[in-house]
């Protein structure tokens, strides 16, 4: 990657040290056809990913590398993607994403198990029950901004994973077994792989299938951002108060904005059902919540490609020292500790949201206005 030093030469006490502009100089200026084939070229680098002379590197103590890829890295970039519209995009903070998650994965288990639905037909409706989750919980709370919108939807998570955890009806803590997986579609094989064969021992079918759900995601939110919608979401991040005097919808929009992200989320929650084939409440515990907000931040909130290497680099690095054993945990804490002192706005932010967090009017929603700028000595007070 072309990264360079910034005009200082040397990283300041909240510099980025490194700067990514000159990449996104070349970026703007790049005619079609180059933009196409880095298109082309990243996704066939992703294809090849699960390959063994990559995951010997990357998976070098022994656990499977196909494995880690499709019941970590994908699962946690795809939701990181939904996270990042409702926190980088639209500056709301929502620490109970992992709900819409559960919302997706119990929908496919009650009505797959229950009423023998197929995956296509519940993967459809738990896009739409997790949307409407997101609904039902931002059309009464989100009114309320920063911290209080926090502690709000952090109880939301916690409602949904204590609701199954004793209901009857799914089981309680036992959960529910015997989620059948995606329908084979084909017996098409390349390179000694069944991209289209769904089963229990080959885990890289469950990364393509992610892959296509991550690259639908990312088309989709890329061109709500470039449109109407996203300029009103970066309005509402920058000031909520001055967008609204200029005619700015902005509950309609923060509510499409958590439906979007929820509906991102149920979809994760899906796929994720339907490899493990069976649920528990324990799977949807409030640390997911806090690693998918720590990996938009980690990686530039705001930004498709940051959110995306964020989420890489939170689900990775803690299997890339499992080697350590108890130290691991300690070992990707310090990791993260030394990325945000030497990059403070996140490995790969937008140029807007850099900018807005240099000014310290940027961030989640009031809550950003804590940040101060280089040339401020105290934090604006919180909510003006």
């Known amino acids: 990657m072309n990264l360079t ?7 300041g006490r909240r510099g980025s040290g490194l700067s990514l502009d000159p990449l996104r100089d070349w970026w703007a200026g790049a005619p079609g056809w180059q933009r196409w084939a880095v298109y082309v070229l990243l996704i066939v680098g992703a294809v090849f990913l699960p390959s063994e002379a990559i995951g ?11 494995s880690m890829l499709s019941d970590q890295i994908a699962i946690y970039v ?33 009505f797959a198990v229950r009423y023998h639905w197929s995956f296509w037909e519940t993967l459809v409706l738990a896009i739409l029950f997790s ?7 931002g059309a009464p709370t989100l009114r309320l901004r920063g911290d209080y919108l926090a502690i709000v939807t952090l109880g939301f998570g916690e409602i949904v994973k204590r609701t199954a955890n ?3 009806f799914v089981n309680g803590p036992r959960g529910v077994q015997g989620i059948p997986h995606p329908p084979s579609l084909s017996e098409f094989e390349i390179l000694g792989v069944q991209p289209l064969k769904y089963g229990l021992l080959d885990t890289r079918p469950y990364y393509y299938l ?11 939110v890329r061109r709500l951002d470039a449109s109407r919608v996203g300029r009103a979401w970066a309005s509402i991040r920058e000031d909520e108060d001055a967008a609204e005097l200029m005619g700015v919808p902005t509950f309609k929009f923060k509510l499409a ?15 994720f059902a339907a490899k493990q084939t069976s649920i528990l409440p324990a799977n949807f515990e409030f640390i997911v919540s806090a690693l998918i907000l720590a990996a938009v931040v980690l990686g530039g909130s705001g930004n498709i490609p940051g959110a995306i290497l964020g989420a890489f680099v939170v689900a990775w690095l803690p299997e890339r020292f499992r080697f350590l054993d108890e130290y691991r945990m300690l070992i990707f804490g310090g990791a993260l500790v030394l990325m ?9 932010p937008s140029r807007r949201r850099k900018a807005e967090l240099a000014e310290g009017t940027g961030g989640m929603g009031s809550m950003g206005a804590e940040i101060a700028g280089p040339g401020q000595s105290e934090a604006p007070e919180v909510g003006k």
């Open 78 to 110: 795809l939701l990181a993607l939904g996270l990042n519209v409702v926190v980088g995009m639209a500056g709301l903070l929502d620490l109970g994403y992992v709900a819409f998650y559960a919302v997706g994965g119990y929908t496919i288990a009650i």
């Open 340 to 348: 945000m002192i030497f990059r403070p706005e996140g490995l790969w």
């Open 131 to 137: 949307a409407l989750a997101g609904v039902i919980l």
């Open 56 to 66: 010997s590197f990357m998976a070098p103590s022994g656990a499977s590398w196909p």
């Open 210 to 220: 992610l892959l296509a759900f991550i690259v639908i995601a990312i088309i989709f």
């Open 257 to 271: 904005a958590f439906a979007i992200g929820a509906a991102i989320g149920g979809s994760g929650g899906v796929v």
């Open 5 to 11: 030093k910034t005009k200082n030469g040397k990283a």
């Open 166 to 168: 004793n209901s009857s």
